[in-house]
C-alpha cells in the first residue's frame, strides 16, 4: 500500500514568489492535514480538508491557502513568501471519519521550503 | 483547546538501557485518542504506538510500551532495549475521538549512547 507522497521534497524559493506544495494520502484516506515543522514553534497546524472542504484551519495568515480535489489529492498555497516561512512542511492523511476508531494519522516525508 | 506538554527537550540512553518519555495533556473530554510518533533525522514521522483512553489497559508494541494514568492525564513511553536506530524525535500527540484534530507535544530529542 502506498504511503503518503509529498511534491517536492525540497523547494528554493526567493522572497515574494509563491510557491505550491502537493500531497497525495493514502488511498482510502478523505482527510489531509497539513503542518509547518520549524525548530523554534515546533508542529503547527495549518489546516484539514477532508472530502474537499476545509474542515479545521490553524492560525496562520491568509497567504496560506490549500484545497483538496476529489480524488482526496491536497496542495497547500503560500504566497508573498516571508523569510519565516521557511519550515518543514508536513503533509498527513487519516480516515477523517467523525465516527469510529481514530487510527491517527499517516505522515509523508515532508517539503522543506528555503525562502531566501 | 486540549493541550499536550512534554517537559523533556532531550532525554539520553545508553544502547541497551531502558528510557522513559514523559507527556501530559490537558482534555475535558471522557473519549479520545494518544499517539507517540517518532521523527528520525529522516524526518518521516512515524506512528509508534496508540492508546485509546476508554481501554485502562496499556498498549505495547514490541520493545515499545505505555504508561497511561487517565486519572493524572499522564501517557509516557517506555522504550527498552534501546537501540541505536530509536535515536529520534519523539512526538506525543492527542486526538478526538470525534473529528479530526490532533494537538501535539513540542517533542523529546532521544540520544541513544553507544
Known amino acids: 500500500k502506498a504511503g503518503v507522497t509529498q511534491t517536492p521534497r525540497y523547494l528554493i524559493k526567493t522572497r515574494g514568489q509563491q510557491v505550491t506544495l502537493s500531497c497525495s494520502p493514502i488511498?482510502?484516506?478523505?482527510?489531509v492535514s497539513w503542518y509547518q515543522q520549524t525548530p523554534g514553534q515546533g508542529l503547527q497546524f495549518l489546516f484539514e480538508?477532508?472530502?474537499?472542504?476545509?474542515?479545521n484551519k490553524g492560525n496562520f495568515p491568509g497567504r496560506f491557502s490549500g484545497r483538496q480535489f476529489s480524488n482526496s489529492r491536497s496542495e497547500m498555497n503560500v504566497s508573498t513568501l516571508e523569510l519565516g516561512d521557511s519550515a518543514l512542511y508536513l503533509c498527513?492523511?487519516?480516515?477523517?471519519?467523525?465516527?469510529?476508531?481514530?487510527?491517527?494519522?499517516?505522515f509523508g516525508s515532508g517539503t522543506r521550503l528555503t525562502v531566501v | 483547546a486540549q493541550t499536550v506538554t512534554q517537559s523533556q527537550p532531550e532525554m539520553s540512553v545508553q544502547e541497551a538501557e531502558t528510557v522513559t518519555l514523559s507527556c501530559t495533556y490537558d482534555?475535558?473530554?471522557?473519549?479520545?485518542?494518544l499517539f507517540w510518533y517518532k521523527q528520525p533525522p529522516s524526518r518521516q514521522m512515524i506512528l509508534v504506538i496508540r492508546?485509546?483512553?476508554?481501554?485502562?489497559q496499556n498498549a505495547t508494541e514490541n520493545r515499545f510500551s505505555v504508561n497511561f494514568q487517565k486519572a493524572a492525564k499522564s501517557f509516557s513511553l517506555k522504550i527498552s532495549d534501546s537501540q541505536l536506530g530509536d535515536a529520534a524525535m519523539y512526538f506525543c500527540?492527542?486526538?478526538?475521538?470525534?473529528?479530526?484534530?490532533?494537538?501535539f507535544g513540542t517533542g523529546t530529542s532521544l540520544t541513544v549512547i553507544p
Open positions: 498527513a492523511s487519516s480516515r477523517g471519519l467523525r465516527t469510529g476508531t481514530n487510527y491517527g494519522y499517516t
Open positions: 488511498s482510502g484516506h478523505r482527510s
Open positions: 480538508y477532508f472530502s474537499e472542504t476545509q474542515r
Open positions: 482534555t475535558s473530554e471522557s473519549d479520545y485518542y
Open positions: 492508546q485509546e483512553a476508554y481501554k485502562q
Open positions: 500527540a492527542y486526538g478526538e475521538d470525534t473529528g479530526n484534530q490532533f494537538y
